[in-house]
């Protein structure tokens, strides 16, 4: 078969060229997005009167028939398909003959393929809009579960202050929060209609751009032809979110790689996420949240090489544009195993309290000592250096900070009195901290709330 483009050429594409230039090998997953815009691009040219009524439903017809095909898993890549607008073409036209050949009147694969990757991708974006909403409902229904398991804080990853583990985890709701509002907002940029904007300068055959909109449900068109066929800001956008999602997915994950260490034995994983070692029988090792790790770096790539791609390209359709293809596939892949697995590893997640009080030591109580001499009328400044040498006493003696005599505390500032030792209460100290935001009961009960309120 010749190409569809073959007209001006007296000789064959190369055979290395052709492999090379080819995108059926991925691109064929459009398949889907690229019928349903040519079903509208029939209507449309029905509309503006260059075809007949029975030429539409003869191609409509067909291209059902061709979507069928895909569905079922009848389709196989092959090379000579170059990419899946052609590829559907061709089979269009083995079903249907000549009248297939009418469809692509005044459409050109550049408006083509932007169409097909905006409906393709605001697919996928429902999908993973979904999971995303379903991660966030996990996660606050274990902290609910969990609401007044005491742990310590980390800052530098050294023991900082108390805190709630419902609170710690909560925090990545609201990372994921963010997320969700992200995806949203960029898919009212994802939601335009390029169709109609041709190859670089529009459609001279009069099809109704606003109607062919409507068809293919997008809000709005593309006001510009020459952005419409270059513009994968989108695509750019979307890497971004899948790029900061998974860097949110992958600092739970670290948290919960150490904590599930023996050393600190603060929580561990369902079975079903681990694996084995083929050399060490001992071994369970927290591959799910390794690989939630990694593939943050795996995501930065896609988004990096597009960026990289689209810098300094000229105006208009580049061929370079193909490019965007595999890293934007790649991060619809991973994001949704990612997710689905995030999801489970938090459901099934097993929370040892007792481990969590047992590593619970005196120097998270250090601020809460600082603001006792505070209350005693001690500048904070001072009340921080005054607690800093009662650390290092405590230090020097071996001791733990409240097992510090009041004589030792008394030489340091006579502003220490006895009821010093109520501070050593990590529950107390938790409770304290009650502003909107902070980590007391009722405070995490009430970030609870707010949290179910926007899902
Ligand atoms: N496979 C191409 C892509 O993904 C389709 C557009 C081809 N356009 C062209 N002028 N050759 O970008």
């Given at each position: 078969m010749g190409k569809m483009w073959g007209g001006r050429f007296s000789k064959p594409t190369d055979s290395a060229?052709?492999?090379?230039?080819?995108?059926?090998g991925f691109d064929w997953q459009l398949w889907a997005a690229d019928i349903r815009g040519s079903i509208a691009y029939a209507a449309a040219l029905e509309r503006a009167g260059l075809i007949s009524a029975q030429e539409r439903a003869a191609l409509v017809e067909g291209l059902q028939a061709v979507y069928a095909e895909f569905e079922c898993g009848a389709y196989e890549p092959r090379l000579a398909d170059e990419d899946i607008h052609t590829a559907v073409e061709r089979r269009l036209g083995e079903l249907i003959g000549e009248t297939a050949r009418?469809?692509?009147?005044?459409?050109?694969?550049?408006?083509?393929v932007a169409t097909d990757t905006r409906l393709y991708l605001r697919d996928k974006i429902g999908a993973l809009r979904a999971a995303l909403l379903a991660l966030q409902a996990t996660i606050v229904q274990r902290a609910e579960e969990h609401l007044d398991v005491l742990m310590p804080g980390y800052t530098h990853l050294q023991q900082a202050q108390p805190l709630l583990f419902s609170h710690w985890l909560m925090s990545y709701f609201w990372m994921l929060q963010r997320d969700r509002e992200r995806l949203d907002e960029l898919t009212r940029r994802v939601d335009v209609c390029p169709l109609g904007a041709g190859a670089v300068a529009g459609n001279a055959l009069g099809v109704d751009r606003a109607a062919l909109a409507a068809d293919l449900g997008f809000s709005r068109i593309s006001e510009n032809s020459v952005d419409a066929v270059s513009d994968r800001d989108y695509v750019a956008e979307f890497l971004f979110w899948a790029t900061l999602t998974q860097t949110h997915l992958s600092r739970l994950a670290e948290d919960l790689i150490i904590w599930s260490s023996v050393e600190f034995g603060f929580v561990s994983l369902d079975e079903a996420f681990t694996t084995g070692s083929s050399l060490m029988p001992q071994k369970r090792n927290p591959d799910s949240l390794e690989l939630l790790r990694g593939k943050a770096g795996r995501l930065l790539g896609d988004l990096v090489g597009l960026l990289a791609v689209l810098k300094g390209l000229p105006s208009a359709y580049d061929k370079d544009l193909q490019e965007d293809k595999e890293p934007l596939f790649d991060a619809v892949e991973t994001m949704t195993l990612s997710l689905?697995?995030?999801?489970?590893?938090?459901?099934?997640?097993?929370?040892?309290a007792e481990a969590m009080a047992q590593a619970l030591a005196d120097g998270l109580l250090a601020t809460d000592l600082a603001d006792y001499l505070v209350r005693k009328g001690v500048a904070f400044r001072r009340s921080h250096e005054l607690v800093g040498m009662a650390v290092r006493r405590a230090e020097a003696l071996g001791i733990r900070l409240r097992e510090l005599p009041l004589t030792e505390f008394q030489a340091i500032s006579d502003a220490f009195g006895p009821d010093l030792y109520d501070v050593f209460d990590f529950r107390h100290a938790v409770e304290r901290r009650d502003v909107p935001g902070g980590t007391a009961t009722d405070a995490v009960r009430a970030q609870i709330a707010q949290a179910k309120s926007v899902l």
């Open positions: 060229m052709e492999r090379f230039n080819a995108s059926i009418k469809l692509h009147t005044g459409r050109s694969r550049n408006d083509q689905a697995v995030a999801e489970r590893v938090i459901r099934t997640l097993r929370v040892h």
